[in-house]
């Protein structure tokens, strides 16, 4: 029996398309630190292009630490999250569960990017639900609660512990209703025992695949 986080093949390419979208929030916070790296740019559009059917599920597990690996050559922490946030996102073709794991990265690099504005991350998360097409939210209502099952992304390690456990809880919190309020955040919250970077602009910046 297969791990309840893989979800079917046409369920992550659903929700591949929203875990794009939310990661290519934040890729400017990268771009500004690493302008010649396009390894998150390039995982983004390929989770695009496999959540359009255009690339095969085998191929792209095979890919999936391209993006992530980006993470490793950059030192603001913001930047650190926003390629993270591409890595999350290509792995989709692999597990379905990492789409929460992609937009988790986002809403930390949001805040980290936003250290005097402790609501930068739940305003992102916001931002994320509101976003989400029915769809999406249908098949992500179908994922086990962030720490609760141990086959997969959202069983123990990062995702499942400090602040992005936290962002995750809130998205799956707001999955039923879009409108679901989020706790108030403060700054200690963001913080998660890292070093912020300085503030940058969250730019939306698209190129074709």
């Given at each position: 029996?297969?791990?309840?986080?893989?979800?079917s093949?046409?369920?992550?390419?659903?929700?591949?398309?929203?875990?794009?979208?939310?990661?290519?929030?934040?890729?400017?916070?990268?771009?500004?630190?690493?302008?010649?790296?396009?390894?998150?740019?390039?995982?983004?559009a390929?989770?695009?292009?496999?959540?359009?059917?255009?690339?095969?599920v085998?191929?792209?597990i095979?890919?999936r630490f391209?993006?992530?690996?980006?993470?490793?050559?950059?030192?603001?922490?913001?930047?650190?999250a926003?390629?993270?946030?591409?890595?999350?996102?290509?792995?989709?073709?692999?597990?379905?569960?990492?789409?929460?794991?992609?937009?988790?990265?986002?809403?930390?690099?949001?805040g980290?990017?936003?250290?005097?504005?402790?609501?930068?991350?739940?305003?992102?998360?916001?931002?994320?639900?509101?976003?989400?097409?029915?769809?999406?939210?249908?098949?992500?209502?179908?994922?086990?609660?962030?720490?609760?099952?141990?086959?997969?992304?959202?069983?123990?390690g990062?995702?499942?512990?400090?602040?992005?456990?936290?962002?995750?809880?809130?998205?799956?919190?707001g999955?039923p209703?879009?409108?679901?309020?989020?706790p108030?955040?403060?700054?200690?919250?963001?913080?998660?025992?890292?070093?912020?970077?300085?503030?940058?602009?969250?730019?939306?910046?698209?190129?074709?695949?």
């Amino acid at each position: 029996m297969g791990s309840p986080q893989t979800l079917s093949e046409a369920d992550r390419r659903i929700v591949a398309v929203w875990a794009a979208d939310c990661a290519e929030r934040v890729l400017g916070l990268f771009e500004a630190e690493a302008p010649g790296d396009s390894r998150p740019r390039d995982a983004i559009a390929r989770t695009r292009a496999f959540a359009r059917g255009e690339l095969g599920v085998a191929g792209e597990i095979r890919r999936r630490f391209v993006g992530g690996a980006a993470a490793r050559e950059v030192s603001a922490p913001a930047a650190v999250a926003a390629a993270r946030a591409a890595g999350q996102a290509i792995s989709i073709a692999h597990m379905g569960a990492h789409a929460l794991g992609a937009a988790a990265y986002a809403a930390r690099s949001a805040g980290l990017a936003a250290p005097d504005r402790p609501e930068a991350v739940s305003e992102e998360i916001c931002r994320q639900l509101g976003h989400m097409s029915a769809a999406a939210r249908a098949a992500l209502r179908q994922l086990p609660p962030v720490g609760e099952n141990s086959a997969g992304p959202l069983g123990p390690g990062l995702l499942a512990s400090g602040v992005l456990a936290t962002i995750i809880r809130d998205l799956q919190a707001g999955l039923p209703d879009p409108d679901h309020p989020l706790p108030p955040r403060s700054k200690a919250d963001q913080q998660d025992g890292t070093t912020e970077a300085q503030p940058l602009d969250v730019r939306v910046t698209k190129r074709p695949v």
